[in-house]
């Protein structure tokens, strides 16, 4: 079955304490991306990777890191977490970037003490 | 100006009617457009896209853009109770700086009576 998995699905964790959400598709896509969801505000892009080693700023990546060493898989590293990186996070993956359909993973429900 | 607007709604509509859902963007140059529908808790999920502008059908569910204006519409004809969910309008800007990345609007909320 195709799909973008991420884990964990939901995480309680408290301010300072690194975390990595992963991602993995099974699709053999190019292109993956990370948003965060928040009440009122849509879904904004944090990074997004065009391909292996391939990796570049979305609109709020501030606090954020990723890396692309394969292909599948695009995790996203919070260094510091803070409060304000509660969120809901959805990973995504497509063939050829933003001009083609995005295929969404469940979601990560991060919350920060 | 925030780069893709929609009505926050909530929008309710009997079920039947016509839902019309609204999106304006603001970059000309914009050539991909796309339609997400998003249930309470879970991920978005594609309806439609549309590049050309005009309308293009899918079962219930007709995309309508006006490059000339930067609308783009989503109308569902005869609402069902499963059709209630959030709808999201994303668009490819192109002075975003990059044609992979995918702006979306806030959504709107839709609720349909039974």
């Known amino acids: 079955e195709a799909q973008v998995t991420q884990n964990p699905r939901y995480l309680i964790t408290v301010t300072g304490k690194k975390l990595t959400v992963t991602c993995s598709q099974n699709m053999n896509h190019e292109y993956m991306s990370w948003y965060r969801q928040d009440p009122g505000l849509g879904l904004r892009q944090i990074y997004y990777?065009?391909?292996?080693?391939?990796?570049d700023k979305g609109d709020v990546p501030e606090g954020y890191k990723v890396s692309r060493k394969e292909k599948r898989n695009f995790p996203l590293i919070l260094e510091s977490p803070s409060p304000n990186q509660t969120s809901l996070y959805f990973c995504?993956?497509?063939?050829?970037?933003?001009?083609?359909?995005?295929?969404f993973g469940p979601g990560t429900r991060l919350t920060v003490l | 100006q925030k780069e893709v607007e929609q009505n926050s709604g909530p929008l309710s509509v009997p079920e039947g009617a016509i839902a019309s859902l609204n999106c304006t963007y603001s970059d000309r140059g914009s050539q991909s457009f796309f339609w997400y529908r998003q249930y309470s808790g879970k991920s978005p999920e594609l309806i439609m896209f549309?590049?050309?502008?005009g309308d293009k059908e899918d079962g219930r569910f007709t995309a309508q853009l006006n490059k000339a204006s930067q609308y783009v519409s989503l109308l569902i004809r005869d609402s069902q109770p499963s059709d209630s969910a959030t709808y999201l309008c994303?668009?490819?800007?192109?002075?975003?700086?990059?044609?992979?990345?995918?702006?979306f609007g806030s959504g709107t909320q839709l609720t349909v009576l039974p």
């Open positions: 990777s065009m391909n292996v080693e391939v990796t």
């Open positions: 994303a668009v490819n800007l192109i002075s975003s700086g990059s044609a992979r990345q995918l702006t």
């Open positions: 549309i590049y050309s502008n």
């Open positions: 995504a993956s497509s063939r050829l970037g933003g001009a083609d359909t995005q295929y």
